[in-house]
């Protein structure tokens, strides 16, 4: 059996792209984002749900792949 699994990073913003519509402060499951004078994004709680990327109407969202395994049993 081919198992594998694929771990994310925690989101990283492009401050660039981010017009701070603080859609996913509200919608962020584990209330690591947080809308100051900028997005302020609490990586230690961030569980890289993805659930901001999806949403985010600029763009400014990317998960990052950590690391990918596979094992063969
Ligand atoms: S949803 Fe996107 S544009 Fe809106 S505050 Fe978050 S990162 Fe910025
Ligand atoms: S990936 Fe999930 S936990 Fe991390 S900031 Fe976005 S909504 Fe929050």
Redesign the pocket.
Known sequence: MLVSEIKFMPVS?DRKK???????VGLCPANAMH?ETE?KHDVKKCTSCGV?VR????G??ELKQANRFATNS
């Not at 949403?55 to 600029?58: G, L, V, Y």
Request: aromatic residues 6%; charged residues 0%.
């Open positions: 913003i981010c017009v701070t519509c603080g859609g996913c809308l997005l901001c949403f985010c109407p600029a400014a969202l």
